[in-house]
């Protein structure tokens, strides 16, 4: 099991483990496209910078100048970008190790990719950024940049047993990353730990230490069931009652009646908005899209074009009011910023399912992506033996809080955490 980045002087021992866990277990995992251990194996302490020979990959629908970035589709093989986008670059500039690119969905759109679940190699890990799941899952690299449109950041977090940050929208730089929808675009971390989310959203964003985290006695946690709750299982909801009263064991405060009004307000507005999310993706990814659905070719993953054709039948008037929902959303959510501190949820409506043919639900994840705000997943709970994620969700731009408070809450409930990184067999027994 990888550890978390214990920081800049941890020498090239850490480097080398990263090395020779992508060597061992990559052939079954296939988290990336391409990939090069060789710099890890000859990383030293004097590179300088805040992350200084940390091992990072990279979705491959953001540019790297040192390895090909191919937006996950046969269209653009060979596509070797001049230079680096922006959130690499400084990474890059604070001493990180590019170690490769791992796979995406084509365009961060398709329907799946070759990537395996490292905890259990017949289920999926997530999509669109499925390889920077498995990448964190399977131990190979403390974090890797990924991104989110709808789901893709906090789903393959949730399903490969990894953290998770989704940040408030336009947080990160997006230069250099292939767009999709560009009103709820992204770049995304999926670590190995909070501490690795922190370093390197400070470089991200060129500002120094984190807030230190509440007492739990004082963090007032509103507890929501995104968009209806129904596609979740009882188990599910089981594993997320236990995290809720094991918090209220250890002293999380009991809302008063102003914020339980509050949340019910914002759940009332909640169910459905999934859909109505996916009529912004698609409408606006339908432009990124048709682009390169010509000339046709028979081995177009055929999500891409029914997600054209979505976009074709959608009318001003669905597309005005996905709009208008997701402005009461936003006014609702806002109100709730004096009354809680967090809002917490399931991040997926389950552990992994079975198979590649689909990345699951996105059910979950869809609420931040379409309001705009933070959301981190925890892995803290687990379904039938698999890892699943506790998503909390921040107000607008209060990034740094939402991790502080992602801090207090994970601290209560690692007593017994699910392993962060098992690489598993083709029958699914720990490595």
Known sequence: MLRPWPGPTAGAGYAEESADRIDRYEPEVRAFTHHDTAPLRTTGDDRGGALAGMPVAVKEIIDSADHPTEWGSDRARGRRPARNADVVQRLVDAGATVVGMTTSTPFACGTTTPTRNPHALGHTPGGSSAGS???????????????????????????????????THGRYPMAGVHPVAETLDDVGLIAASLRDIDRVDAVLIGRAAPEPPPRLEELRIGWVVLDGGDEAGPAAWQALDRARRRLADVGAPPLTAAAEDAL?????????STERMFDVFAAEAARHISPHLTPPDPETDPRL?????????LTDEQIIAAHALRRRL????????????????????????VGHARTGSRTMPATASYLGIPAVSLPV???DGLPMGLQLLGADGEDRGLLAAAHAVDGALRDDPFPLSACTDRQGSTS
Do not use: M, N, W
């Open 305 to 313: 074009i029914e997600l054209v054709e979505r976009a074709g039948s």
């Open 133 to 167: 799941g498995a990448a964190v899952g399977a131990g190979f690299v403390p974090i890797a940049l990924a991104t989110q449109t709808g789901a893709s950041t906090i789903r393959p977090a949730s399903y490969c047993g990894a953290y998770g940050f989704k940040p």
């Open 264 to 272: 019910a307000a914002f759940q009332s507005l909640v169910p459905g």
């Open 381 to 383: 709970l687990s379904v």
């Open 330 to 353: 936003r006014e609702a959510h806002a109100r709730l910023a004096g009354a809680v501190d967090v809002v917490a949820t399931l991040s997926t409506v389950g552990p992994a399912p």
